[in-house]
């Protein structure tokens, strides 16, 4: 970080966009893999979050946006890959707890998540799911944007959707997003 602001001049967001993910059950989990998707996913994302907010907290308007679905306790997202869904959840649940320390000095502190699939390499990882479903990232990353140009105070412990986000600033059209305007789009595996 201290390299960053010695070349930028300071940090004005956190991206908390790492993840490491393996979608089994539990005893098709070995456990290298849960300590390395809890090292990234919870971990990982504190650890910025953590070595950012010196720089953060000098930033005009400071945010941390970090992908991530608002945090459920439904079992349909816990039983079939309970290993994963604990370190997402360790991951989300860091909001809440950074907003009430943070966000009266100004740290937005927020999570985006997109409403249907993203056309990703990451579907790869799920049989019978198909890249042609989705949209292009593009979509998650214009509406980072739009959260990330918005005013820091005041605006943090939020879950916000992509869809929802882009509507707010005025853009209705997402029709350009679909990486298949043939066929329809499946709603994100882990959004309600």
């Not at 907290?57 to 991530?68: D, K, R, S, V, Y």
């Amino acid at each position: 970080m201290a390299a960053t602001v010695d070349a930028f001049g300071g940090i004005d967001i956190l991206v908390n966009n790492a993840s490491a993910i393996w979608l089994r059950g539990t005893l098709d989990t070995p456990m290298k893999r849960f300590d390395l998707m809890q090292q990234v996913n919870a971990r990982g994302s504190f650890l910025c979050a953590q070595a950012c907010l010196p720089y953060l907290l000098q930033a005009p308007n400071p945010h941390i946006l970090t992908p991530a679905p608002p945090p459920s306790l439904d079992p349909k997202w816990w039983g079939p890959h309970t290993g994963y869904t604990l370190t997402q959840d360790g991951h989300e649940l860091r909001h809440p707890g950074l907003t009430a320390e943070f966000g009266r000095q100004g740290v937005a502190v927020n999570a985006l998540w997109p409403r249907t699939l993203i056309g990703t390499d990451a579907l790869n990882m799920i049989p019978g799911v198909s890249v042609a479903n989705g949209r292009k990232p593009g979509i998650m990353a214009d509406a980072a944007h739009a959260v990330l140009v918005r005013e820091a105070r005041g605006f943090s412990g939020r879950f916000l959707i992509d869809d929802e986000v882009l509507a707010q600033a005025g853009v209705t059209d997402l029709s350009g997003y679909a990486v298949d305007p043939s066929q329809p789009l499946l709603p994100d595996l882990f959004l309600d």
